[in-house]
């Protein structure tokens, strides 16, 4: 369905959307799709935390980027960061260890974006998946990419049946100073573009 949408990027999940069994098929896959579309350069490959380094060798000649999930500690890839240096990489921050090591993410010199998964955050330690109570980790994540000049990202909206609470966390979005917001639904796609590229709100960058 990508050719039918109008995001800035595409997200294609090798991890929590493939059962265990079927990854290795899946990246097989995968990597006969993006043969037959080599012009592609806006799509992302969400990796394994225990398949990475299989992964990112399979898809290295590839012009994809890889979004790195639970990302901690940029130690935890050393083993891959000379083809990590060669694509965008994503460091999807969903882990209270990820909040903590933020700074050393943010420095890390192959890491272009930081996102926010925090469906993923608010599990791991038992709080409710709420756009207010999640602020101060928010914008502990904006300060530190900004810092350090990374593009950064916020979570996916889960209020696919709200659309007003959908619309208040894009808005919050903006205002925080994220640069984007990722979307699970197509139909959160069209508000998100226009409400990033808004000229009322004149301190953004359209």
Not at 166 to 186: C, H, Q, T, W, Y
């Amino acid at each position: 369905k990508i050719t039918s949408l109008s995001s800035d990027g595409y997200i294609i999940d090798l991890e929590d959307s493939i059962n265990d069994g079927e990854k290795t098929e899946a990246l097989k896959i995968l990597c006969l799709y993006l043969s037959e579309h080599p012009e592609w350069s806006n799509v992302f490959v969400r990796l394994n935390k225990t398949r990475f380094e299989e992964e990112a060798l399979a898809l290295n000649d590839f012009n994809v980027g890889f979004m790195l999930p639970k990302f901690e500690s940029s130690e935890e890839y050393a083993r891959i960061d000379r083809i990590l240096s060669h694509h965008k990489v994503i460091a999807l921050v969903e882990t209270p260890m990820g909040v903590i090591n933020i700074q050393q993410i943010a420095q890390c010199s192959w890491v272009d974006a930081i996102a926010f998964g925090a469906e993923d955050y608010t599990a791991s330690v038992n709080m409710l998946n709420d756009d207010a109570m999640l602020l101060p980790i928010k914008s502990r994540l904006v300060v530190y990419a900004k810092a350090y000049n990374k593009k950064v990202f916020d979570t996916p909206s889960f209020k696919l049946n709200d659309e007003v609470e959908f619309e208040n966390e894009v808005r919050n979005a903006v205002n925080l100073g994220f640069d984007g917001k990722m979307a699970i639904s197509p139909k959160h796609i069209k508000y998100i573009n226009e409400t990033f590229n808004s000229c009322d709100l004149n301190y953004m960058k359209s």
